[in-house]
């Protein structure tokens, strides 16, 4: 077999065997196949798309390029969450330690922010002392003793997805249906998971813009999750507005922690207790959604929720004064507010260009590895659907230099928009 032939054969519409998909996947990983090559055939992926049985191939091959984690040494159901991305979506702060006191124990390995959409990493890391990089052993001891771990994805587990993931994001090749599906997938049945959900988010922050896309993925990811024997349930969430009201690392940790007191903003709480029930679900921790939903609220109530949060935080390393007194995680030097200039309704709060603010800000980054500022970010006060008066404040800015604070006011300029007819507001969940 030779890679150039299987380009070929990409290119010209054909449909790929298992035992091509698997060939390429092996050279890639060990390098025996060239950036160069995969990077025409993510192209050709991209351009030419492949059918189902394809992707789920794909999908089994790269998570079979490593290590496979096998937990059922540890817990009796091994389960896990993800979201494909957004703005603002700080969802898994709250909803593994919500699963994790309600007896549930929860094991993920979270990625960073790229480009517009954050990274649940970055964001844990705004606490000192915070460690992402547990080792296999430290990964599975936690989740025994605490039940409770959020570290990064370990390097030996889908490898040829970090490959491949890499080398899309700088080839135009990340929006695929086909290569995001197998590229999550892949690392979820690598780490162990006998239970998925996934939270698709749809809209203008999200990588699918419109519900049709958003759907075909969710029932790929489905689909590719029953072939591989794993339960996988996925939701589809409105990413068109920030979920919540902090976009940027510490103050999306604050706003985390504010919701695991009890408060936090409602559309925040709601996703999460949505996302948390059907968990609870899969795990076998509940029997349906609606008492699964009474145990996730108990546990935010009872500051069970929370004290897990505490647990996990001291377990990997981080300073767990910074839980209890989050007014010491980093704080900006300028925050300026920004406010209406008329009075209307709320039509659009602009997902993606508060994500890449965020990034301007210096709170994301450009390509991978380069160092991101904790304290930055947006508060942004109002949701699609709220009347707001002249004056009052839309947003605000926290940043830590002048020039960057005047580029993210001039990004934002039209993330808000405002009219003089009543609006309907966003939904939390569209299916
Ligand atoms: N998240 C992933 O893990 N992979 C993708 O391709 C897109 C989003």
């Known amino acids: 077999m030779r890679a150039v032939d299987i380009i070929i054969k990409k290119r010209d519409r054909l449909e790929l065997s298992r035992e091509e998909i698997e060939f390429f996947v ?38 079979h390029s490593g290590a496979m984690l096998d937990l059922s040494d540890v817990v009796e159901r091994a389960v896990d969450k993800h979201s494909s991305g957004g703005v603002g979506d700080k969802t898994t702060l709250v ?11 929860v094991g993920k390995m979270s ?31 936690q989740l025994k003793e605490v039940g409770l771990v959020l570290t990064g994805q370990s390097l030996d587990l889908a490898p040829a997805d970090g490959k491949l993931y890499a080398l899309r994001d700088v ?17 979820k049945i690598a780490a162990g998971a006998q239970a998925i959900v996934l939270d698709v988010k749809v809209g203008l922050g999200a990588f699918m813009q419109t519900l049709d896309e958003a759907r075909t993925l969710a029932t790929l990811m489905v689909d590719i999750g029953r072939l591989a024997g794993r339960e996988t349930v996925a939701l589809l969430s ?15 940790v604050r706003e985390a922690i504010e919701t695991l007191r009890g408060g936090g903003p409602a ?47 001291g377990a990997q390393g981080g300073d767990v004064s910074y839980v209890d007194e989050p007014e010491k995680l980093p704080r900006a030097r300028l ?49 699609v659907g709220d009347y707001v008066e002249r004056g009052r404040p839309l947003y605000a800015i926290h940043a830590n230099d002048a020039a960057r604070l005047e580029e993210a006011r ?13 609006v309907a507001p966003l939904p939390l969940f569209y299916e």
């Open 26 to 63: 092996q050279g890639f990983t060990r390098g025996d196949i060239p950036d160069y090559q995969a990077a025409a055939w993510a192209m050709a992926v991209l351009l030419n798309g492949m059918t189902p049985r394809e992707t789920t191939d794909l999908t089994l091959a790269m998570a």
């Open 95 to 105: 909803v593994l330690p919500v699963a994790a006191a309600c007896g549930l124990p």
């Open 111 to 141: 990625g960073r922010g790229l480009g517009f959409s954050g990274g649940t990493l970055d964001k844990m890391e705004s606490i000192p002392g915070y460690r992402c990089d547990l080792t296999t052993e430290e990964f599975k001891r």
């Open 171 to 187: 080839t135009g090749t990340v929006q695929s249906i086909p290569l995001i599906a197998s590229s999550i997938m892949s690392k």
């Open 238 to 252: 409105d990413m068109n507005q920030p979920l919540g009201r902090a976009v940027g690392n510490a103050l999306e």
């Open 267 to 313: 559309d925040f709480g709601e996703h999460c207790l949505h996302v948390a029930a059907h968990l609870l679900v899969l795990g076998r921790r509940a029997a349906d959604l609606e008492s699964a939903r009474r145990a996730a609220e108990a546990a935010l109530a009872s500051g069970a929720a929370f004290e897990k949060f505490r647990a996990l935080v």
């Open 335 to 383: 925050v300026e507010v920004v406010e209406a200039e008329r009075s209307g309704y709320i039509f659009q709060v602009h997902a993606r260009l508060f994500g890449e603010a965020a990034a301007l800000l210096g709170g994301g980054r450009a390509k991978k590895g380069d160092p991101i500022d904790h304290a930055v970010g947006l508060m942004v006060h109002v949701k």
């Open 410 to 422: 001039r990004h934002l300029q039209e993330a808000i928009g405002q009219s003089e007819a009543p």
